[in-house]
């Protein structure tokens, strides 16, 4: 799903914005995102751990915690932490951004939606989130379509409409990397 994508594209670079302004931080995150591309999955959620034991005031570094768990495919848990985060930061719109990722990876796209709704609600010109609530609305309507359709076989002005936001939900074709 293209909505997935494009989110977790998104998640360095909120990193990065987060930790902008922070040297030392900017280290420390440097630090554990080269351990965790390394291979060294655990040993970075360790050192992510120990840094959050005395920062725990620290956004970015539970940001980043949340995405290394989403990139080690614990998904549970980085749901836990962003849901933390929108709690306990509800001015910053990522962990919002970042729990709608991972609604709309389980097909539950009433909570991506409203989780979307917070991140706009902390900053109503986000870009990336207004692009993915209409990714969600999306998906919800193809979902609608596709229940009428069940219920009314027969209804000829579903199949193009269906049809219509089917390609749209398609993923599209990534540009080259070099």
């Known amino acids: 799903m293209f909505l997935v994508r494009r989110l977790q594209l998104a998640f360095a670079t909120v990193i990065l914005s987060l930790s902008a ?16 591309r390394s291979g060294q999955q655990a040993e970075a ?24 768990l989403v990139d080690s495919r614990r998904t549970d848990e980085a749901l836990v932490v962003f849901q933390q985060l929108t709690e306990d930061f ?3 719109p990522e962990p919002y951004n970042n729990l709608a990722v991972l609604y709309a990876a389980r097909g539950e796209f009433d909570k991506a939606r409203v989780a ?15 692009q993915n609530l209409g990714d969600v609305y999306a998906q919800l309507a193809q979902l609608s379509y ?9 209804n000829t002005d579903i199949p193009p409409r269906l049809s ?15």
Do not use: C
């Open 45 to 68: 959620l360790s050192e992510i751990d120990a840094l959050l034991a005395t920062k725990s005031d620290r956004p970015d570094l539970r940001m980043l915690k949340g995405i290394l």
């Open 90 to 92: 509800p001015e910053v």
């Open 116 to 130: 979307l709704d917070g991140a706009l609600r902390a900053n109503p010109g986000f870009a990336t989130a207004h």
């Open 21 to 36: 302004g922070l040297v030392h931080a900017a280290d420390d995150v440097a630090s554990i995102t080269q351990l965790f």
């Open 164 to 178: 219509l936001l089917r390609k749209l939900n398609e993923p599209a074709a990534r540009p080259s990397q070099p």
């Open 146 to 154: 596709q229940r009428a359709l069940k219920a009314e076989p027969s």
